[in-house]
């Protein structure tokens, strides 16, 4: 499905080229991430703050509704504190995102769609520090998005996401019978050019 999904973005953004609808735009924001991990009953998880920041199409497809395909890199991660330890893990991400959106006259649009990340960074670390040699976190995971954004008539917006975990995060046989789930809440501004602010 990963595949699949990489393939329906990157086959969309080269399309849309072709459309004379199509606007793009940039993005950048705050990330509020955690992992639900169920291997070590007892462990407490708390979240992280990370950034993202990347690239969007925009492209009408009927009155109301539109599609926005997106490359965006990500940092994620959590805090993990375990029978008097504690562990900080940094995930970054290369994040391709296909969402449908539903714009209303007055500059809202609720969204909802994939998302599937490629891994390029794993760090975990003390917090004093210390780094720790991990590798067990799978090289691409899968998300679904829902969200809620505004834009003005100048093409400035500003966007509020969530991002569920649907695959294990886990890369295949590092933990047997363990699952690992991200959950990300983001906040962001973003501008788009060429803008078609509202449905017509």
Known sequence: MNKTMAFAVFGLLASSVCFSQVQFGIKAGVNR??????LATG?????????????????FIRKNWAL??????????????????EAITELKYANQVLLIQYIMVNGFRVETGAQNGFLFTQRSKTPE???LTKDDVAKSNLSWVVGLGFMSRFGLGV??????????DYRKGAHVNARLKSRVGQVGLFYQFRRKVYAS
């Open 68 to 85: 926005q395909p997106e490359i965006v890199l990500s940092k994620e991660g959590s805090r993990v504190a375990y029978q008097g330890s």
């Open 159 to 168: 966007d509020v996401r969530y991002n569920y975990g649907l695959s294990n």
């Open 33 to 38: 991430s955690s992992l639900k991990d169920d």
């Open 43 to 59: 462990a407490q998880t708390t979240a992280t703050t990370g950034y993202h920041f990347g690239a969007f199409a925009h492209l």
């Open 129 to 131: 520090g210390l780094a």
